[in-house]
T-cell receptor, first 115, second 114 residues
Framework: EAGVTQFPSHSVIEKGQTVTLRCDPI?????LYWYRRVMGKEIKFLLH????????ESGMPNNRFLAERTGGTYSTLKVQPAELEDSGVYFC?????????????FGPGTRLTVT | AQSVTQPDIHITVSEGASLELRCNYS??????LFWYVQSPGQGLQLLLK??????LVQGIKGFEAEFKRSQSSFNLRKPSVHWSDAAEYFC????????????FGKGTTLSVSS
């Protein structure tokens, strides 16, 4: 069974540009999460989808970030326009059952560098 | 607010020696606690979790952790470290009983010397 995959693995963009990160969860997992780790800091929650609905987006830093999960399968996280402080590693995770604490399976992350 | 503290940023242990990674949490209700490991180029892998019951939990790769409510701690241990254990380790607590967001500590990087 394939794990959580993320694309690209690394992206370098200039300030003001747009970047779209993609996450493919484990097949059949309804829950999809985005997290971010800024260098030197802890991994922080961004948002949580249950199927195609946003269950919790309390961690989204501002309206430059837009997450979508059309059809309840893969998800994209768009940053527009990117700022220097958006640099970090963006992790995606998925889990199987909504409304309970089940193991979140993490992808390898996308390293975003904004110059 | 909930928080997780991992006091040690970097630890070096000799191969074959024992290991203990510290984790302290701040959470008002019954905590749901996790340890994850991230090897270079890999995603975070769950080592073990504690929800309730026996306070000593066994995980994969020979790791165990003990939940101590009185000390608000959930330290990770391994009796004999292997070179392949070199990685970054994260302690996390679930933000609520619905089990959505995880709150992570800053991580501890483990180096293993021969």
């Amino acid at each position: 069974e394939a794990g959580v995959t993320q694309f690209p693995s690394h992206s370098v963009i200039e300030k003001g540009q747009t970047v779209t990160l993609r996450c493919d969860p484990i097949s059949g997992h309804d829950n999809l999460y985005w997290y971010r780790r800024v260098m030197g800091k802890e991994i922080k929650f961004l948002l949580h989808f249950v199927k195609e609905s946003k269950q919790d987006e309390s961690g989204m830093p501002n309206n430059r970030f837009l997450a979508e999960r059309t059809g309840g399968t893969y998800s994209t996280l768009k940053v527009q326009p990117a700022e220097l402080e958006d640099s970090g590693v963006y992790f995606c995770a998925s889990s199987q059952v909504a409304g309970a604490i089940y193991e979140q399976y993490f992808g390898p992350g996308t390293r975003l560098t904004v110059t | 607010a909930q928080s997780v503290t991992q006091p040690d940023i970097h630890i070096t242990v000799s191969e074959g020696a024992s290991l203990e990674l510290r984790c302290n949490y701040s959470y008002g209700a019954t905590p749901y606690l996790f340890w994850y490991v991230q090897s270079p180029g890999q995603g975070l892998q769950l080592l073990l979790k504690y929800f309730s019951g026996d306070t000593l939990v066994q995980g994969i790769k020979g790791f165990e952790a003990e939940f101590k409510r009185s000390q608000s701690s959930f330290n990770l241990r391994k009796p004999s470290v292997h070179w392949s254990d070199a990685a970054e380790y994260f302690c996390a607590v679930a933000a609520n009983q619905a089990g959505t967001a995880l709150i992570f500590g800053k991580g501890t990087t483990l180096s293993v010397s021969s």
